[in-house]
């Protein structure tokens, strides 16, 4: 792995591309030479460039520009099985600065889970525990940071109401006929 890759795993990773980069980083003049380096019409970028780049990702900089520390970096991270990392016995922790990039989860895929599963649950409930846990996830677009007491407030309302052991005729899919 080149340090090209690894910027491109750790931007997706973040979700950003190399505009909203240097608009986090306050550089305007840096998303130009991000976007030289990924397209790859620079192939040996300054250290000094990719420094910012590198605390914002609590990255070595040497990660960006050698490719055994983009391997190890990336694998250090998650970023790449251990197949790809070609370097198991050596410590790879000490391409690593301070903390992790924060995985964050892709909305596109886990929102139809979250909300199939919502749907599944909701299904083999009666209507007013159903509205109550409606009003329970209204309060959570205003406080996200609650998600878990709001998860067990609705837990708690499923098991006082009983309502979980009892499927409702809706909760299967139609047979079709």
């Known amino acids: 792995m080149d340090g090209r890759t690894l910027l491109q795993l750790l931007m997706e990773q973040s979700r950003e591309n190399p505009n909203s980069l240097a608009n986090k980083l306050k550089n305007r003049s840096l998303q130009s030479q991000l976007q030289r380096f990924l397209d790859g019409r620079t192939s040996n970028p300054r250290a000094s460039t990719l420094q910012p780049v590198a605390q914002h990702y609590h990255v070595d900089v040497a990660a960006f520009l050698s490719a055994d520390a983009a391997s190890k970096t990336a694998s250090a991270l998650g970023l790449t099985g251990p197949e790809s990392a ?65 998860a067990s407030r609705i837990k708690a309302l499923i098991d006082a109401t009983g309502n979980e052991a009892r499927p409702r005729s809706s909760a299967s899919p139609p047979s079709g006929k």
């Open 86 to 150: 070609g370097h198991a016995s050596e410590d790879s922790s000490a391409y690593r600065t301070s903390s992790p990039v924060p995985i964050r989860p892709r909305p596109e895929s886990d929102v139809t889970q979250v909300v199939t599963s919502l749907a599944y649950l909701l299904k083999r409930l009666d209507p007013q525990v159903r509205r109550a846990i409606g009003t329970l996830l209204e309060g959570l677009a205003d406080r996200p940071e609650d998600g878990e007491l709001t």
